[in-house]
């Protein structure tokens, strides 16, 4: 769906994020030393461990906890068969002008009054790009060899349905989660990291039989809005939007956004999509295989409907950071906190000492390693201990051990929460299960 204003929303605006992302390490422009490249981003020290750490808990709820899922990682580059079976080689495109003025393309739905958007110019009539990168496969290139990096996860989930029902021997309902890069040869990637050319998608296939479909759509809406909420996202900056049957494509039966209140207007964090038969009908027609389920209670051969719920980790990444962001005057001026749930939160504990000065360092190193067995933890000996703090809680560390000099006598030190500032004495021999009690919740 197209975003809306929405000026209610709570959070930091994007160009605070951008510039956090930054100067901390969460994001960087791709191969910025030769000036960026349109629609992609490396993720740094600090980005790759909030990418891992949504990942993780996406797995954990959507496949540890449950009985019913299975997971799937599948090449990124597939037999082109694939793409033509699914209808990507086809229709997976998006309308497309060229200014006649600047030359700039822009999609025909971000034209201003018919005119290009970023000069006002004249453009030419519409025409469709498929938003598939091509690529060819071995020494020869021809179109035989063509082959396409793909544009979503979904597609090899399809493909593997009697692999992974053979092999696991499944009954219905049963799901298959994979995460994985995707790409789309975007005409106007933007937003930051929300509309990527290379992004990474966390997708599930549910399959149930076709009288179920209807419910389990709805118990997987309720599922993964309770999931962002869960870990830390406000409510009130999450909606559901259920597209009108006008906007569904012909084999969908039903389609829910669930959106979040970015700064750039309310857009979509994820889709839940009910599709029918339609996936297995098409590769089965496509490919000559069977993949029809075989009932062997009621002795019944029959296509499951699936229910697919597909998110974003770029744009979860994003609505998180977002949500997270908050400033509060205090003594020094402002404090910039990330507030992250923990679990989200790239270091989960920094060691400091006080001083620069052994045996401080020595102790506060061994305190390190061996919290580091259990988490990620950072390690901060430079400037006054105030600004240690500061720069934990700029990027959302939630606990912070401070090793001064009573601790060399009473084998103690000082652990501080990230949210309430509160300070309390724990013994070193303590550390590990007191940090693992408040991690925990
Ligand atoms: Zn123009």
């Excluded at 197209?2 to 605006?13: E, I, L």
Aim: proline share 5%; hydrophobic share 35%; glycine share 8%.
């Amino acid at each position: 769906m197209q975003t809306q204003a929405n000026p209610a929303r709570t959070g930091a605006d994007l160009d605070t994020i951008v510039a956090l992302c930054k100067r901390r390490g969460f994001v960087f422009p791709s191969s910025e030393i030769y000036g960026g490249f349109g629609g992609f981003w490396d993720f740094g020290p600090l980005g790759v461990e909030l990418r891992r750490n949504i990942k993780d808990a996406w797995w954990h709820a959507n496949v540890q906890c449950r009985e019913d899922m299975v997971g799937l990682d599948s090449s990124v580059i597939a037999s082109p068969r694939l793409w033509q079976a699914s209808g990507h080689v086809e229709t997976f495109t998006d309308p497309l002008v060229d200014c006649r003025a600047c030359h700039r393309r822009s999609r025909s739905d971000e034209l201003d009054a018919g005119r290009c958007p970023y000069c006002g110019g004249e453009v030419t009539a519409e025409r469709q790009f498929n938003l598939m990168f091509r690529t060819s496969i071995g020494p020869v290139e021809d179109t035989a060899a063509t082959a396409y990096l793909r544009p979503e996860t979904a597609g090899s989930i399809f493909v593997n349905f009697r692999n992974v029902l053979n092999t696991t021997r499944r009954k219905l309902p049963f799901g298959i989660a994979q995460v994985g890069k995707a790409f789309r040869n975007e005409i106007t990637p933007g937003k930051f990291i929300f509309r990527d050319r290379e992004f990474e998608q966390m997708e599930i296939e549910y399959f149930v039989r076709p009288e179920h479909a209807e419910t389990a759509y709805r118990e997987w809406i309720q599922a993964r809005l309770e999931w962002y909420v869960g870990l830390g996202i406000r409510r009130e900056n999450l909606s559901l939007y259920e597209q009108p049957a006008s906007e569904l494509a012909h084999y969908s039966r039903g389609t829910t956004d669930i959106l979040y209140a970015f700064p750039f207007g309310v857009s979509e964090l994820e889709g839940i999509a009910m599709r029918g038969d339609f996936d297995l009908a098409q590769h089965q027609q496509h490919s000559g295989e069977d993949l029809a389920y075989y009932d062997d209670v009621r002795n019944e051969r029959f296509f499951p409907h699936v229910v697919e719920p597909s998110a974003g980790v770029d744009r979860s990444v994003l609505a998180f950071l977002l949500d997270a962001y908050r400033e509060e005057a205090d003594r020094d001026g402002t404090r910039t906190v990330l507030g992250l749930h923990p679990r989200l939160a790239p270091y989960k504990v920094a060691v400091l000492p006080l001083s620069k000065k052994e045996p401080l360092t020595d102790l506060s190193r061994q305190v390190s390693r061996e919290l580091r067995e259990h988490w990620m933890v950072t390690y901060d000996e430079s400037q006054s201990i105030g600004r240690r703090y500061r720069r934990q809680d700029e990027i959302g560390t939630p606990f912070c051990v401070t090793i001064d000099f009573a601790s060399l006598e009473d084998r103690s030190a000082t652990v501080r929460d990230r949210d309430s500032m509160h300070q309390e004495r724990v013994p070193i021999a303590d550390l590990r299960r007191v940090l693992h009690e408040k991690l925990a919740g």
